[in-house]
C-alpha cells in the first residue's frame, strides 16, 4: 500500500483529488502520442516522462496517481509486435512508475497519503476506433469478462492501491469488469462514461449504479470523461442508488473526434463547481482529458478549504 491510510478510510472521513489528463500532460511535455497505444506507448519508449507527469499532478495537490495503462492490453501490445509476458511487464510497470512518482514527491516535500489507481479502460480503448464511447461492441458479458480478467489479473499482482475501472460506455461490460475484479484483493471504483443521465450506450444510470450497489470491492462509483454538465445529476444518482462514496473526473468541455483523432470546441471546465459536485456527495475529485495540473490544482485547493 503507498499511504499508511487505505483510499477507502480516506473517502470515508472526506474528500479526494484525483488527478487530471494523463495524455495532454503528456502531449504538453513534447509528446507525440498519435498511435493506437496512445500514451501506454511510452511505457516501452519513454517510463520516465510518464513518472514525471504523475508528479507534475502530485505537486500541483493530486492525491491519486491514475497510471498509464488505461490502453495498455495484451491485444494491443500483440499488434505492436509485443508478446505476453513483455505486455505483463509494462503493464506492472505502469504502476511502479507511479509508486515512484510518489517517492519523488515525498523527496520534494509531499507529506500528504497519496495512492495509486491502475487504470483498467473499456474494451473500446483497445479498439482504438472510438467504441469506447458508445460501448455495444457485440459481445456477451462472459466473452468481455474473458478479455477483461488477465489483465486485472497482472495489475492486481501489481498491488496498486486501487484498480480504476473507468470510461466504461455500457453497463453490460460493467457487469463483466465486476466479475473479473472477484478475488483479486485489490478494491475498485467503477466510473462510468456518460450522456445526460444514461450510459453512452443508453441505459439509464440508474440500473447502470445499481449493478456496483452490493459489489464489496467497490469503493465508489461514479462517472468520468463525460461533460462538467453531466456530473451533477450523475453524482446524485450514483450516491442514491449505492450509497456508496462518488468518484467524478469530467473531461474539460471539449469534444473528441475520434476520426480525426483531434479535440474540437470550447473549453468549459470550471473547477468552482467542485463545490456543487462536493455538495452532492463527490467524494473523489479531478479531471479526465484535457484537464490539467492548474485545474487539478484548483480542485485541491477547493477541497482543502471544504474540510
Not at 2 to 17: D, N
Not at 20 to 43: F, P
Not at 116 to 139: F, I, N
Request: aromatic share 6%; charged share 25%; net charge negative.
Amino acid at each position: 500500500m503507498t499511504s499508511t491510510i487505505t483510499l477507502a478510510e480516506a473517502l470515508a472521513a472526506g474528500t479526494v483529488a484525483l488527478d487530471g489528463g494523463m495524455s495532454n500532460q503528456l502531449e504538453a511535455a513534447g509528446h507525440d502520442l498519435s498511435d493506437e497505444l496512445w500514451s501506454a506507448r511510452l511505457l516501452a519508449e519513454r517510463p520516465e516522462a510518464i513518472t514525471e507527469a504523475h508528479l507534475a499532478y502530485f505537486e500541483a495537490g493530486a492525491d491519486v496517481a491514475i497510471t498509464s495503462s488505461y490502453q495498455a492490453t495484451f491485444e494491443g501490445f500483440a499488434r505492436r509486435g509485443i508478446e505476453q509476458g513483455r505486455a505483463a511487464e509494462l503493464l506492472a510497470l505502469s504502476v511502479e512508475l507511479a509508486r515512484e512518482a510518489v517517492r519523488q514527491a515525498r523527496g520534494r516535500g509531499v507529506a500528504r497519503p497519496l495512492w495509486v489507481a491502475a487504470s483498467v479502460g473499456p474494451y473500446g480503448a483497445m479498439l482504438a476506433d472510438g467504441s469506447e464511447y458508445r460501448g455495444r461492441y457485440g459481445l456477451s458479458v462472459d466473452e468481455l469478462e474473458r478479455f477483461h480478467r488477465p489483465r486485472l489479473e497482472v495489475l492486481a499482482g501489481a498491488r496498486p492501491d486501487v484498480l480504476a475501472l473507468e470510461t466504461v460506455p455500457d453497463a453490460d461490460e460493467a457487469e463483466a469488469l465486476l466479475r473479473a475484479v472477484r478475488g483479486l484483493g485489490v478494491p475498485a471504483w467503477l466510473s462510468y462514461s456518460v450522456a445526460g443521465d444514461r450510459t453512452r450506450a443508453g441505459q439509464p444510470l440508474e440500473k447502470a449504479f445499481a449493478l456496483a450497489a452490493d459489489a464489496d470491492e467497490v469503493i465508489a462509483v461514479g462517472v468520468n470523461c463525460c461533460a462538467p454538465e453531466d456530473v451533477e445529476g450523475a453524482v446524485e444518482t450514483a450516491a442514491r442508488v449505492t450509497g456508496k462514496p462518488v468518484v467524478v473526473y469530467p473531461n474539460s468541455g471539449e469534444a473528441w473526434d475520434a476520426q480525426a483523432r483531434s479535440w474540437s470546441g470550447e473549453a468549459g471546465f470550471d473547477a468552482e463547481q467542485v463545490e456543487a459536485w462536493r455538495a452532492s456527495g463527490a467524494r473523489l475529485i479531478g479531471g479526465c482529458c484535457r484537464v490539467g495540473p492548474e485545474a487539478i490544482g484548483s480542485i485541491a485547493r477547493t477541497l482543502s478549504a471544504a474540510r
